[in-house]
């Protein structure tokens, strides 16, 4: 998973909204590679024939530093942009989305079938960003969710054609005992085109890194 | 009679082609990032009659120049732009070619 994501990364090394978000465009494929500092690396694509919904999947690995517990889930998904706001220089987005898959893991044995569901909430302009996301992967053998909030700056405004720098602070909670505490993260995105990279430490000095590519 | 068919082709031509726009300028809501001027221009393109398409997220103006003779209506464009996810708020027509719309938005950056 993280020789896909160096990959992955290399791949789109010019590195877009402030905002990862689970639908780019209309007609248009996300690819995105996660790794979350250890405790989970993620692999999505997705297909948006329209600008409200896509469909596609992904791969996620989670890796406990509580209880050394690890699962590995496949899953395939539904992103639907329940609300946007369009405002003179802002605009504010409301997707929830839900799935399905298999998983396996260290603590059972055996594949079980795992439910996902989540929901993101974010607000930008060219210079500011909020956003907060919860994501939860469940099944009979476990519950976990990743509740993430990101707030970022950027230097200067961006223009089509450009790149777009910012500076991002981000804030993660664990509920499903992946990690204990709360987990943060000072991050420096990229982004010019279709396709972003961005990479930072956390509070624990591990490796937190993403890279998206649209087209 | 000959002459007076000459001289209405002339004069129909002529009106017709002053009511072609060579580029329409649009007024969006929503324009923040570089992937909403990727789904835009990408939608855009998609008109037989587009010839180019410029997003300024700036000055919140997609514009659209057109191929000779050729003409997309402000109903499909709107639609267009609806379908991308994003709100129009105004759009106007003008024999401005492309270069000197580029030209003004390059002028115009803080």
């Not at chain 1, 689970?22 to 690819?31: K, N």
Request: aromatic share 10%.
């Amino acid at each position: 998973m993280v020789r896909l994501f160096v990959g992955l990364c290399i791949a789109v090394a010019v590195a877009a909204p402030a905002v990862p978000k689970p639908i780019a465009f209309a007609d248009g494929t996300t690819v995105m590679a996660e790794y979350g500092a250890g405790t989970m690396q993620e692999l999505q694509i997705f297909y948006a024939p329209r600008f409200d919904y896509s469909v596609g999947g992904g791969h996620v690995d989670f890796s406990s530093d509580v209880d050394d517990r690890r699962e590995h889930i496949n899953y395939a998904r539904l992103n639907w942009l329940a609300h946007r706001w369009n405002l003179d220089d802002a605009q504010a987005n409301i997707f929830v989305w839900g799935g399905a898959g298999s998983a396996t893991g260290n603590q059972f044995t055996g594949t079980r079938i795992a439910g996902n569901a989540g929901v993101q909430v974010d607000y930008e302009t060219r210079r500011v960003y909020a956003s907060m996301k919860s994501d939860l992967q469940r099944s009979a053998e476990f519950s976990d969710r990743i509740d993430t909030l990101q707030l970022g700056v950027a230097p200067y405004k961006h223009d089509y054609g450009g790149v777009a720098t910012w500076f991002v602070f981000q804030a993660r909670h664990y509920p499903g005992e992946l990690h204990s505490g709360i987990e943060t993260a000072a991050l420096l995105r990229l982004f010019k085109g279709g396709a972003w990279i961005e990479a930072g430490v956390t509070n624990a000095g591990k490796v937190q890194a993403m890279a998206m590519f649209n087209f | 009679m000959k002459r007076f068919q000459v001289l209405l082709a002339v004069t129909l031509f002529t009106v017709a082609s002053s009511s072609m726009a060579a580029t329409i300028e649009m007024t969006v809501n929503g324009l923040v990032c570089a992937f909403c001027a990727q789904g835009i221009e990408k939608k855009l393109k998609r008109f037989p009659a587009t010839a180019e398409v410029v997003v300024s997220l700036e000055h919140r103006l997609v514009a659209v120049s057109l191929k000779d003779g050729q003409d997309i209506s402000d109903a499909d464009l709107r639609k267009a732009l609806t379908d991308a996810g994003y709100t129009v708020k105004a759009i106007s027509r003008s024999e401005t070619p492309m270069a000197d719309v580029r030209e003004r938005l390059k002028q115009a950056q803080p």
